[in-house]
């Protein structure tokens, strides 16, 4: 675990989920996200400190475990504050809607777990464009998709731009990453084609001063997964055989809490379809047959 220095502002640690760093002056630091677990915000906190840093906020891009893991130690250790955006702060505050939403009711024991729910920290609300700490001008992104209002940031020429992209050889790797609503993703891939900084930082890749390649092959992958629901339901299919197919047709084969993970992705796909109109689902004999229109 080490520091990347990115500007005179901005400093990064990268691991299994990037963690930002803005510099406030005297010492002072605000975190983008908070690391995957306790575990690794005990480790981020030792480094930190070796630097004579103090943690004062923590600004999480959105509700996902692997963001928010180390929320509750900082908050511990240092008294910091702690901002979400409105539709992600609930389930900060209640790590068990994460699992709730996941399986539809209430969660199983295997959905109620560390990859799943971190532990509950208290959270303010992040509102508007622009966010003032210390004397640092922070300009707010709205970037929804991979979560419903995930949020990234732009300082000193450092754009935090979350999980918005993954690089190739996750894609080689996993396939389908996870997308709330992949039409609202899409959209947030074109923001960021306009978007305009030194260098970029997302959740699961090396930080870089280009992401055009990036922004093009995360397009593609969400292009062409929308196209294979489309061809897919030119024959009406139950809701649980298109979960299937989907998987199938992604090689992927995931068992446990991760099917449940994976099943939503689709329903997000589904979801997204059906309020542009291009599919729809009838209720025959208490099943939910989907097809295209």
Avoid at 89 to 110: E, H, K, Y
Avoid at 171 to 185: E, G, I, S, V
Wanted: neutral net charge; proline residues 4%.
């Amino acid at each position: 675990m080490e520091l990347t220095r990115l500007s005179e502002r901005t400093l990064c640690v990268c691991g299994p989920a990037n963690v930002g760093i803005i510099a406030l002056g005297n010492s002072k630091v605000a975190l983008i996200d908070s690391g995957i677990d306790e575990k690794y915000a005990a480790r981020l906190f030792e480094l930190l400190s070796d630097y004579r840093f103090k943690v004062e906020y923590i600004l999480n891009t959105h509700a996902h475990a692997d963001h928010i893991g180390g929320n509750d130690f900082f908050r511990e250790k240092c008294g910091c504050r702690i901002l979400a955006s409105t539709l992600e702060a609930p389930t900060i505050r209640q790590p068990l809607i994460q699992s709730a939403v996941l399986f539809a009711g209430a969660p199983i024991n295997d959905l109620m777990n560390r990859f799943i729910m971190a532990n509950p920290s208290e959270v303010e609300i992040l509102s508007g464009s622009e966010l003032k700490l210390e004397d640092v001008e922070i300009k707010i992104l709205d970037l929804p998709g991979h979560s419903v209002n995930q949020k990234g940031f732009l300082v000193d020429g450092t754009a935090f731009v979350a999980d918005t992209l993954f690089p190739d050889n996750f894609f080689r790797k996993q396939r389908l990453p996870f997308t709330y609503d992949p039409h609202a993703h899409l959209q947030t891939l074109e923001k960021l084609r306009n978007l305009s900084a030194r260098i970029y930082v997302g959740g699961h890749f090396t930080p870089t001063a280009n992401i055009a390649g990036m922004i093009a092959s995360n397009q593609k992958h969400v292009e062409e997964a929308m196209k294979f629901m489309r061809e897919l339901l030119k024959i009406p299919l139950s809701q649980e055989r298109v979960v299937k197919a989907f998987l199938d047709h992604f090689g992927l084969k995931k068992i446990s809490w991760e099917y449940y993970l994976y099943r939503a992705t689709v329903n997000g796909y589904l979801s997204s379809l059906y309020r542009r109109g291009e599919v729809k689902f009838r209720v025959l004999d208490n099943l939910a047959v989907w097809y295209a229109v």
